[in-house]
């Protein structure tokens, strides 16, 4: 059993924050692993993206979006509550080294992942900048922590509430014209990454992304996590997440993060129901 | 003079009741429920007593048939049980699938004319009687030795590690990457075939007798084999399975609807899908559901498919039905419930829609060449016999390799060419030392009992180290 010790809500209760008692895990991990969650006994098995560890503590953090039953189920476990299972950490961690000049590029959740990877790449020596964005202010996660990340942080809503008005990859586009950059770590929605890839492609600039496909085991058994990459079938779970974004095929990605949808919604609808 | 005794007697060999297959092709209950005391009883009286029984030549384990068929004849269950225990740590579960007919049955003298003794149903028998009736008895155990053994994996070869180490008096972890113990025999071999709640009893079982179970431990990730060794592991057994799954390498292969055989068997038998939505973990439900591969791991797959729901099941198989790897009985099971069999026919490429999903496959029709290597003879394609099969759901099983998440980690312990572990075949010592391994992740995927008889050499193997050196 694996306690939460500490929760937060954010982003008006859609994203929420666990910081987990899992001692070995925290003593282990590295930025840009993640860990398989299960709430209880008939609970699915979900990768989550570790946003933080603390090793003396001997506890590690998420930071999910309610999207669908398990998020749900997640949802109402409370400071004190127990998940029954936290396996991890599993995939492979971030490369940090220092290369120069980076610019760390998240949207959604994905800030919440971006974050320890951004204050890894600052640490190695590089000049970090930082862009996050959301849909609109209230959505927006993390900004004081990824500023202490970053040496610069440009915050983007899509509707002008905060920040810049518009996407992410405007400011990128204004950076990458402004100066040379060595690489870009780009982590959020598929769309997101897709779309940072294709402008970074254009620039002939290496960009990591993070990927976040079905999984089951996390640990190579099933296949159910394969991505194409330059045209190859990799595990994403034991050669990932994290990709080289210039040979990811996002839109088979995007389809296949599909696969349950319809089944999802009826187990959602009928959680949702349940405890109506 | 066996002959002649047999003859004056020639009592049938009892068939094992089972479920009707109309009715059991949409349950996921156990199919054969079992013989009774009677039945078994009397199955038994069908054994010769060989004096230089060949049933035994034929089981990896060497497993004393005519003794423990003798105490069932005699009504001893308890002692049946007790006799099998001495070989055989799970008879429960061989009882339920080895094939015998490679096996022990195999080489009955009985079968010789007539069908052999069923020595897997009445080894089930004498388990299941001890199970239903437990006597509370528990294996002596020698004092505490002092020593510790991790085991990682908790399959088959795990489990027999664990519980021979641990009446030796030895303090023995295992160590399991899913959140469940039992390796394939709970997330791959489902419930019709083998109930979950078979394997939970053996584990209590091995709990009560000291073994600590330790789930949610990714070796090689979660803490490596080298800091086993520094947290004061004397000696470490690996029997992590073969756990990669293969696919096909053919265009379309990553349309949803394409899963391998370890993905579907998985979230139908450990995340227990098909009780979807009353758990969380969905499974697709194919209408017209095809499945590759035609061994044990592709009858369990088409056979739930079916239970699922399909409307049609196929397997699709590229050699003919007398290379079919699968166990007799689970051929003739999944016939009898409805799966078709497509022989010599082999799928060149997937066809899916605009939204990525699968709707079809395309296939060429094969014929038998020279035999190759394996003495099978090959499939050859025929040229222009390409068709098409309307699918939405295509199961891959057509086998598995050596997972590498552990050995990648592990510098020092030498792997074959295909990344199973090298080790010594008599006392599953690796090149590492203090590390043995065995079952499918040094033979490649193979049987529950090669896993269990390895298991056993390398505990004996351990415990002659642990009390003498390496
Ligand atoms: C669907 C299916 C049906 C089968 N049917 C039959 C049959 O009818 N008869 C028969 O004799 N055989 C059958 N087999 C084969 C048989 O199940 C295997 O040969 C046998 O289970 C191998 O045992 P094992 O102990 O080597 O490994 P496994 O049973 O594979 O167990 C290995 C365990 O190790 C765990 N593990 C893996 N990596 C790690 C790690 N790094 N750290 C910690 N734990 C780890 C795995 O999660 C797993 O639980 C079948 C196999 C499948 C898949
Ligand atoms: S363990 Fe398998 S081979 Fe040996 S007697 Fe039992 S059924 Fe036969
Ligand atoms: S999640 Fe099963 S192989 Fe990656």
Not at chain 1, 46 to 73: E, F, N, Q, R, W
Not at chain 1, 239 to 246: K, N, R, S, T, W
Request: a negative charge.
């Amino acid at each position: 059993m694996f306690k939460i010790v500490k929760r937060e809500e954010m982003a008006e209760g859609t994203v929420v924050l666990n910081e987990i008692e899992a001692p070995l895990i925290a003593k282990k991990a590295k930025p840009g692993q993640f860990v398989i969650l299960k709430a209880n006994e008939t609970g699915e098995r979900i990768p989550l993206t570790m946003a933080d560890t603390d090793p003396d503590k001997g506890t590690i953090t998420i930071i999910y979006m309610v999207v669908g039953k398990s998020t749900a189920l997640f949802k109402t476990l409370e400071t004190g509550d127990e998940y029954q299972d936290v396996i991890g950490p599993l995939g492979k961690p971030t490369h940090m080294e220092k290369v120069g000049k980076v610019v760390c590029v998240g949207g959604g959740t994905g800030i919440a992942v971006l974050h320890p990877i951004t204050r890894g790449l600052k640490q190695a020596g590089n000049q970090v900048t930082s862009i996050i964005g959301a849909r609109s202010k209230d959505l927006l996660i993390m900004e004081d922590a990824m500023k202490a990340a970053s040496h610069e942080l440009h915050v983007c809503t899509d509707d002008g509430s905060y920040g810049r008005k518009g996407f992410v990859t405007n400011v990128l586009k204004e950076i990458l014209d402004r100066e040379k950059i060595d690489l870009v770590v780009g982590i959020g929605p598929v769309p997101m990454m897709k779309f940072v890839s294709a402008m970074t492609k254009e620039y002939g600039v290496k960009t990591i992304v993070s990927l976040n496909p079905i999984m089951v085991d996390g640990t190579g058994m099933c296949g159910g996590c394969r991505v194409t990459i330059g045209g190859e079938t990799k595990f994403a779970c034991v050669d990932g997440p994290e990709f080289d974004g210039h040979q990811v095929d996002y839109d088979e990605l995007m389809n296949r993060l599909q696969a349950y949808c319809e089944d999802e919604k009826e187990c959602y609808d009928s959680f949702c129901t349940m405890n109506a | 003079m066996a002959d002649t005794k047999a003859k004056k007697e020639k009592i049938p060999r009892h068939a094992m009741p089972e479920q009707d297959p109309d009715i059991r092709k949409r349950n996921f209950l156990e199919v054969p429920t079992g013989y009774t005391v009677e039945a078994a009883m009397q199955e038994a009286g069908r054994c010769l007593q060989c004096k230089k029984p060949s049933c035994v030549e034929g089981c990896p384990v060497q497993v004393d048939i005519p003794g423990f068929i003798a105490l069932i004849r005699e009504g001893d269950f308890n002692g049946a049980v007790r006799n099998l225990w001495t070989k055989n740590s799970l008879p429960a579960v061989c009882g339920r699938v080895c094939p015998q007919e490679i096996q022990c049955e195999g080489k009955c003298i009985v079968g010789k004319k007539d069908d052999p003794v069923a020595i897997g149903n009445l080894e089930r028998f004498a388990a299941d009687y001890a199970r239903m009736n437990p006597t509370g008895e528990l294996p002596p155990k020698q004092k505490s030795t002092g020593k510790k053994v991790a085991v990682v994996g908790s399959g088959p070869s795990g489990l027999t590690v664990a519980g021979d180490l641990i009446v030796k008096g030895h303090e023995v972890t295992v160590m399991e990457a899913f959140h469940k113990p039992g390796g394939v025999l709970v997330y791959g071999i489902p419930e019709f075939r083998l109930p979950k709640e078979i394997v939970f009893s053996e584990v209590a079982f091995l709990e009560k007798l000291g073994v600590k179970v330790e789930c949610n431990a990714v070796v090689g990730r979660t803490v490596s084999l080298d800091e086993l060794f520094e947290e004061g592991y004397d000696a470490v057994y690996i029997g992590v399975g073969a756990g990669l799954p293969r696919f096909m390498n053919i265009p379309g292969e990553n349309l949803i609807g394409i899963l391998s055989a370890n993905e579907y068997l998985t979230r139908a038998n450990l995340m227990k899908a098909y009780l979807f939505p009353e758990v969380d973990t969905p499974i697709p439900r194919g209408k017209n559901v095809v499945v590759l591969g035609a061994g044990n791991v592709a009858m369990d797959s088409a056979r739930t498919a079916m239970r699922l729901g399909a409307d049609s099941v196929k397997i699709v198989y590229r050699r003919s039905r007398d290379e079919m790897p699968a166990r007799k009985a689970e051929i003739h099971h999944a016939e009898e419930e409805g799966i078709e069999m497509m022989l010599l026919t082999n799928p060149t490429k997937y066809i899916g829609n605009e939204n990525g999903r699968l709707t079809g496959m395309e296939c060429l029709k094969m014929e038998l060449g020279e035999p190759d290597a394996s003495g099978r003879r090959r499939p050859v394609p025929i040229e222009g016999s390409e068709f098409n099969i309307d699918t939405d759901l295509v199961i891959v099983a057509v086998g598995s390799g050596a997972n590498p998440l552990l050995t990648q980690t592990t510098k020092d312990m030498q792997l074959n060419d295909w990344g199973y572990i090298i080790a010594d075949p008599e006392t599953g010592k690796t090149t590492k030392r203090g590390v043995w391994a065995g079952g499918d992740i040094v033979t490649g995927a193979a049987t529950v009992i090669l896993a269990m008889g390895a298991g056993r050499k390398a505990a004996d193997s351990i415990h002659q180290y642990l009390s003498w050196g390496w």
